[in-house]
Protein backbone atom coordinates (compact mmCIF):
# COMPACT_ATOMS: atom_id res chain seq x y z
CA UNK A 1 0.00 0.00 0.00
CA UNK A 2 1.15 3.42 -0.54
CA UNK A 3 2.43 5.50 2.08
CA UNK A 4 0.43 8.56 3.02
CA UNK A 5 0.86 10.84 6.20
CA UNK A 6 0.58 13.90 7.56
CA UNK A 7 1.55 15.54 10.42
CA UNK A 8 1.17 18.97 11.81
CA UNK A 9 3.97 21.32 13.41
CA UNK A 10 4.33 24.57 14.91
CA UNK A 11 7.76 25.67 14.60
CA UNK A 12 10.00 28.67 13.37
CA UNK A 13 12.71 29.40 11.06
CA UNK A 14 15.31 28.17 13.82
CA UNK A 15 13.99 24.85 13.53
CA UNK A 16 13.78 24.81 10.07
CA UNK A 17 17.65 25.02 10.22
CA UNK A 18 18.14 22.71 13.17
CA UNK A 19 16.07 20.00 11.82
CA UNK A 20 17.63 20.11 7.83
CA UNK A 21 20.72 20.46 9.18
CA UNK A 22 20.12 16.56 11.41
CA UNK A 23 19.01 15.46 8.83
CA UNK A 24 21.60 15.85 6.58
CA UNK A 25 24.25 14.39 9.54
CA UNK A 26 21.33 11.49 9.84
CA UNK A 27 21.44 10.66 6.16
CA UNK A 28 25.26 11.15 5.81
CA UNK A 29 25.47 8.55 8.03
CA UNK A 30 23.06 5.90 7.80
CA UNK A 31 24.73 5.97 3.91
CA UNK A 32 28.28 5.01 5.19
CA UNK A 33 26.72 2.39 7.64
CA UNK A 34 24.54 0.91 5.70
CA UNK A 35 25.10 2.14 1.83
CA UNK A 36 21.47 2.79 1.08
CA UNK A 37 20.57 3.37 -2.21
CA UNK A 38 18.74 6.93 -2.82
CA UNK A 39 14.96 6.06 -2.59
CA UNK A 40 15.60 4.90 0.82
CA UNK A 41 17.30 8.12 1.76
CA UNK A 42 14.91 10.12 0.08
CA UNK A 43 12.69 8.17 2.60
CA UNK A 44 14.11 8.69 5.11
CA UNK A 45 14.46 12.34 4.29
CA UNK A 46 10.65 12.77 4.32
CA UNK A 47 10.35 10.90 7.60
CA UNK A 48 12.76 12.79 9.61
CA UNK A 49 11.58 16.23 8.08
CA UNK A 50 7.76 15.69 9.26
CA UNK A 51 9.31 14.48 12.36
CA UNK A 52 11.31 16.57 13.65
CA UNK A 53 9.49 19.29 13.04
CA UNK A 54 7.14 18.10 14.75
CA UNK A 55 9.16 18.16 17.98
CA UNK A 56 10.85 21.48 17.52
CA UNK A 57 9.44 23.91 20.25
CA UNK A 58 7.76 27.24 19.23
CA UNK A 59 9.34 30.21 19.32
CA UNK A 60 8.24 33.26 17.75
CA UNK A 61 7.47 34.26 14.57
CA UNK A 62 5.64 30.86 14.80
CA UNK A 63 4.93 28.97 11.68
CA UNK A 64 2.07 26.18 11.51
CA UNK A 65 2.98 23.90 9.29
CA UNK A 66 1.39 20.57 7.74
CA UNK A 67 3.03 18.35 6.26
CA UNK A 68 1.60 15.77 4.04
CA UNK A 69 4.18 12.88 2.45
CA UNK A 70 2.64 10.50 -0.19
CA UNK A 71 4.10 8.27 -2.92
CA UNK A 72 2.30 8.84 -6.35
CA UNK A 73 4.07 7.50 -9.51
CA UNK A 74 5.45 10.32 -11.69
CA UNK A 75 9.13 10.02 -11.91
CA UNK A 76 8.91 8.53 -15.72
CA UNK A 77 6.66 12.17 -16.39
CA UNK A 78 8.93 14.55 -14.94
CA UNK A 79 12.26 12.85 -14.24
CA UNK A 80 12.23 13.36 -9.94
CA UNK A 81 12.44 11.34 -7.22
CA UNK A 82 10.85 13.86 -4.74
CA UNK A 83 8.47 16.44 -5.34
CA UNK A 84 8.30 19.56 -3.26
CA UNK A 85 5.45 21.31 -3.03
CA UNK A 86 5.04 24.27 -0.50
CA UNK A 87 1.61 26.42 -0.46
CA UNK A 88 1.47 29.72 1.74
CA UNK A 89 -0.83 32.73 1.75
CA UNK A 90 1.42 34.12 -1.30
CA UNK A 91 1.00 31.24 -3.61
CA UNK A 92 2.53 27.43 -4.49
CA UNK A 93 6.41 26.79 -5.34
CA UNK A 94 6.45 23.07 -6.37
CA UNK A 95 9.90 22.08 -6.92
CA UNK A 96 11.35 18.54 -8.59
CA UNK A 97 14.34 16.55 -6.97
CA UNK A 98 16.72 13.80 -8.76
CA UNK A 99 18.30 12.03 -5.98
CA UNK A 100 21.90 10.37 -6.57
CA UNK A 101 24.11 8.87 -4.37
CA UNK A 102 27.66 9.34 -3.58
CA UNK A 103 28.99 5.97 -2.98
CA UNK A 104 30.89 5.33 0.33
CA UNK A 105 32.68 2.83 -1.50
CA UNK A 106 34.10 4.71 -4.53
CA UNK A 107 34.06 7.98 -3.55
CA UNK A 108 31.89 8.38 -6.87
CA UNK A 109 28.04 9.31 -8.18
CA UNK A 110 26.70 5.65 -8.58
CA UNK A 111 25.51 6.87 -11.56
CA UNK A 112 28.69 7.66 -13.24
CA UNK A 113 29.07 5.69 -16.47
CA UNK A 114 28.30 7.25 -19.76
CA UNK A 115 24.79 5.58 -19.31
CA UNK A 116 24.30 6.47 -15.97
CA UNK A 117 24.92 10.20 -16.61
CA UNK A 118 22.88 10.36 -19.95
CA UNK A 119 20.02 9.16 -18.00
CA UNK A 120 20.54 11.59 -15.45
CA UNK A 121 20.59 14.70 -17.83
CA UNK A 122 17.25 13.60 -19.47
CA UNK A 123 16.17 12.98 -15.61
CA UNK A 124 16.88 16.80 -14.83
CA UNK A 125 15.78 18.25 -18.34
CA UNK A 126 12.77 16.83 -17.69
CA UNK A 127 12.62 18.43 -14.30
CA UNK A 128 13.45 21.33 -15.85
CA UNK A 129 11.19 21.32 -18.22
CA UNK A 130 8.23 20.85 -15.06
CA UNK A 131 9.29 23.60 -13.07
CA UNK A 132 12.32 25.40 -13.89
CA UNK A 133 14.53 27.16 -12.04
CA UNK A 134 13.05 24.91 -8.70
CA UNK A 135 14.39 21.60 -10.53
CA UNK A 136 17.43 19.92 -8.50
CA UNK A 137 19.93 17.78 -8.21
CA UNK A 138 19.78 15.84 -4.54
CA UNK A 139 23.24 13.78 -3.74
CA UNK A 140 23.29 12.09 -0.63
CA UNK A 141 27.13 12.28 0.84
CA UNK A 142 28.64 9.82 3.34
CA UNK A 143 29.74 11.24 6.50
CA UNK A 144 32.94 9.66 5.67
CA UNK A 145 33.48 13.02 3.85
CA UNK A 146 31.90 15.19 6.54
CA UNK A 147 32.96 16.96 10.01
CA UNK A 148 31.09 14.96 11.87
CA UNK A 149 28.37 17.76 13.86
CA UNK A 150 25.52 16.22 15.36
CA UNK A 151 23.73 19.05 15.35
CA UNK A 152 20.29 19.13 17.12
CA UNK A 153 18.93 15.96 16.64
CA UNK A 154 21.59 13.40 17.16
CA UNK A 155 21.02 9.25 15.65
CA UNK A 156 22.15 5.90 16.40
CA UNK A 157 23.75 5.49 13.09
CA UNK A 158 25.47 8.74 13.87
CA UNK A 159 27.71 7.43 16.26
CA UNK A 160 29.93 4.93 14.37
CA UNK A 161 30.76 7.62 11.58
CA UNK A 162 34.39 8.68 10.61
CA UNK A 163 35.33 12.07 10.88
CA UNK A 164 36.31 14.07 8.07
CA UNK A 165 39.96 15.77 7.35
CA UNK A 166 38.00 18.05 4.84
CA UNK A 167 35.60 19.39 7.55
CA UNK A 168 32.92 19.83 5.31
CA UNK A 169 29.94 20.43 7.40
CA UNK A 170 27.36 17.28 7.79
CA UNK A 171 24.58 19.09 7.00
CA UNK A 172 25.92 17.89 3.59
CA UNK A 173 25.05 14.87 3.60
CA UNK A 174 21.80 16.23 1.48
CA UNK A 175 23.24 18.09 -1.11
CA UNK A 176 21.56 20.37 -3.28
CA UNK A 177 22.70 21.00 -6.47
CA UNK A 178 20.26 23.61 -9.00
CA UNK A 179 19.87 21.58 -12.56
CA UNK A 180 20.27 24.88 -14.63
CA UNK A 181 23.61 25.31 -12.98
CA UNK A 182 24.65 21.78 -14.46
CA UNK A 183 22.38 22.23 -17.71
CA UNK A 184 22.92 24.28 -20.80
CA UNK A 185 19.61 26.09 -21.99
CA UNK A 186 19.66 23.29 -24.32
CA UNK A 187 19.47 20.19 -22.04
CA UNK A 188 22.67 18.99 -22.37
CA UNK A 189 25.51 18.70 -19.76
CA UNK A 190 27.69 22.28 -19.47
CA UNK A 191 30.97 19.72 -18.61
CA UNK A 192 30.13 17.38 -20.98
CA UNK A 193 33.25 15.44 -19.25
CA UNK A 194 32.77 16.17 -15.75
CA UNK A 195 29.15 16.69 -15.91
CA UNK A 196 28.48 16.38 -11.65
CA UNK A 197 32.21 17.97 -10.35
CA UNK A 198 33.06 17.09 -6.90
CA UNK A 199 36.19 16.37 -5.23
CA UNK A 200 35.80 14.69 -1.41
CA UNK A 201 32.72 15.02 -1.33
CA UNK A 202 32.20 18.51 -2.00
CA UNK A 203 30.34 19.47 -5.40
CA UNK A 204 30.47 22.76 -7.13
CA UNK A 205 27.22 24.75 -6.50
CA UNK A 206 26.29 22.41 -3.90
CA UNK A 207 24.41 24.50 -1.04
CA UNK A 208 22.81 21.93 2.04
CA UNK A 209 18.94 21.21 1.64
CA UNK A 210 18.29 22.84 5.10
CA UNK A 211 19.54 25.83 2.97
CA UNK A 212 17.38 25.33 -0.03
CA UNK A 213 14.14 24.53 2.08
CA UNK A 214 14.55 27.56 4.32
CA UNK A 215 15.29 29.90 1.12
CA UNK A 216 12.01 28.51 -0.55
CA UNK A 217 9.92 29.22 2.58
CA UNK A 218 10.73 32.46 2.71
CA UNK A 219 10.26 33.14 -0.65
CA UNK A 220 14.65 34.17 -1.63
CA UNK A 221 14.44 31.06 -3.66
CA UNK A 222 11.77 31.10 -6.65
CA UNK A 223 8.79 32.68 -6.74
CA UNK A 224 5.14 31.99 -5.77
CA UNK A 225 2.60 30.61 -8.77
CA UNK A 226 -0.49 32.47 -7.27
CA UNK A 227 -2.33 31.92 -9.63
CA UNK A 228 -3.35 28.75 -7.51
CA UNK A 229 -4.73 29.11 -4.12
CA UNK A 230 -5.29 25.30 -3.94
CA UNK A 231 -3.15 22.24 -4.77
CA UNK A 232 -4.32 19.43 -6.42
CA UNK A 233 -2.41 16.19 -6.43
CA UNK A 234 -2.79 13.55 -8.75
CA UNK A 235 -1.87 9.90 -7.47
CA UNK A 236 -1.32 6.72 -9.39
CA UNK A 237 -1.10 3.83 -6.48
CA UNK A 238 0.23 1.11 -9.00
CA UNK A 239 3.49 1.80 -7.79
CA UNK A 240 5.97 3.14 -5.23
CA UNK A 241 8.29 4.69 -6.71
CA UNK A 242 7.86 8.51 -6.44
CA UNK A 243 7.53 10.57 -3.29
CA UNK A 244 6.08 13.77 -2.86
CA UNK A 245 6.01 16.10 0.37
CA UNK A 246 3.49 18.66 0.72
CA UNK A 247 3.96 21.36 3.10
CA UNK A 248 0.82 23.58 3.80
CA UNK A 249 2.27 26.56 5.68
CA UNK A 250 0.89 29.93 7.41
CA UNK A 251 2.64 32.48 10.07
CA UNK A 252 1.12 34.78 12.14
CA UNK A 253 2.80 37.56 10.80
CA UNK A 254 2.55 38.64 7.27
CA UNK A 255 4.60 35.96 4.85
CA UNK A 256 6.75 38.40 3.20
CA UNK A 257 8.57 39.98 7.01
CA UNK A 258 9.66 35.97 7.23
CA UNK A 259 12.22 37.43 4.50
CA UNK A 260 13.59 39.78 6.68
CA UNK A 261 13.42 38.04 9.78
CA UNK A 262 15.88 34.87 8.14
CA UNK A 263 18.84 37.18 7.40
CA UNK A 264 20.46 35.52 11.46
CA UNK A 265 20.47 32.35 9.63
CA UNK A 266 21.18 33.08 5.82
CA UNK A 267 22.84 35.71 5.85
CA UNK A 268 22.08 38.95 4.07
CA UNK A 269 20.89 39.02 0.92
CA UNK A 270 23.04 39.71 -2.59
Known amino acids: MPTNFSF ?3 TDLHGVKACGQSIGAH ?5 ESFGSDERTLTDELCDMLCIWLKSHPRASPAIQIKLQKSTPNEESQNGADLRLVIQSPEGIKDCLFQAKVLDPQTGKLRCATATGFAKLEDQLSKARATCG ?6 VYV ?3 HLDGSLYRYGTYEQHFCRKSKHGLPSALGATVIPASSLLTTGGTWKNPTDPVPH ?3 KFVGGIAFWQVFLELLVCRRGTWDRQRSELLLSKDDRTLNFLQLVVRAKSEIPWGQLRGSSSELLGPEN
Open 8 to 10: TAT
Open 27 to 31: IAAKL
Open 133 to 138: DLAFLL
Open 142 to 144: PSQ
Open 199 to 201: VNG
